[in-house]
Every structure is written in C-alpha cells, then in structure tokens.
C-alpha cells in the first residue's frame, strides 16, 4: 500500500501565491508520474500538471506561465508553486502518483485532497 500525505493548502489574496507539497510513502519502487489535480463541486477533476521521472513537465492551459510542478525523487516528493493566483483556481487539490511496487505491480494512488481558496 501507498500513502500520498499533502500539504500547503489555504486562502489566499487574488494576485498570491501558495505551495502544495505531497510525499509518497509505503510499498514503493519507483514513482514513474507524479501530478497534481484539482476539482470544484459539480465539475470533474481536472489535471493541473504532471511531471514525469522528474523531468518532463506538462501543465493545464490555465495555469501555464504561474504554476511551477517539481519533484525530489530520493524523497518521493513533488511540489507545486502556485503563483499569480486567481479566484478561478479555487478548488480541491489533490496529489496523484502511479507508483510501481517492490512487487513490480504499478497502481495510481491519490492523496486526500486540500483545499485551496483564492479570495479577496
């Protein structure tokens, strides 16, 4: 089993900036994708951004240009710098890793969420 623990959410000013942080922890060999997505109620969750084996990069038009996704691989950590916020980005935020067991199985696995508020 795989936990993915999350970190960073809160409320914010429009124009602010905020950090999540989420660490993978358990029956891991390796984590292949990390990413973080997001969804307000009554929409799907949406893929915000990805980073795949700690270096390619992929993002939601939304936030190109703000939102910064990188990633510890010795730590199992990735994290997501959240710049020039806007009310739009209001949201639960969840971490997402496919992670690939000491048993070679690969699963995806999802965090709890946190919740991000962009308020005035």
């Known amino acids: 089993q795989v936990q993915l623990v999350e970190s960073g959410g809160g409320l914010v000013q429009p124009g602010g900036s905020l950090r999540l942080s989420c660490a993978a922890s358990?029956?891991?060999?390796?984590?292949?994708?990390m990413g973080w997505y997001r969804q307000v109620p009554g929409k799907q969750r949406e893929l915000v951004a990805w980073i795949i084996s700690g270096v390619s990069t992929n993002y939601a038009d939304s936030v190109k240009g703000r939102f910064t996704i990188s990633r510890d691989n010795a730590k199992n950590t990735v994290t997501l710098q959240m710049n020039s916020l806007k009310l739009e980005d209001t949201a639960v935020y969840y971490c997402?890793?496919?992670?690939?067991?000491?048993?070679?199985?690969?699963?995806?696995?999802w965090g709890q969420g946190t919740q991000v508020t962009v308020s005035s």
């Open positions: 358990g029956n891991i060999f390796r984590i292949p994708v």
């Open positions: 997402h890793a496919r992670v690939t067991s000491l048993t070679r199985s690969a699963d995806d696995y």
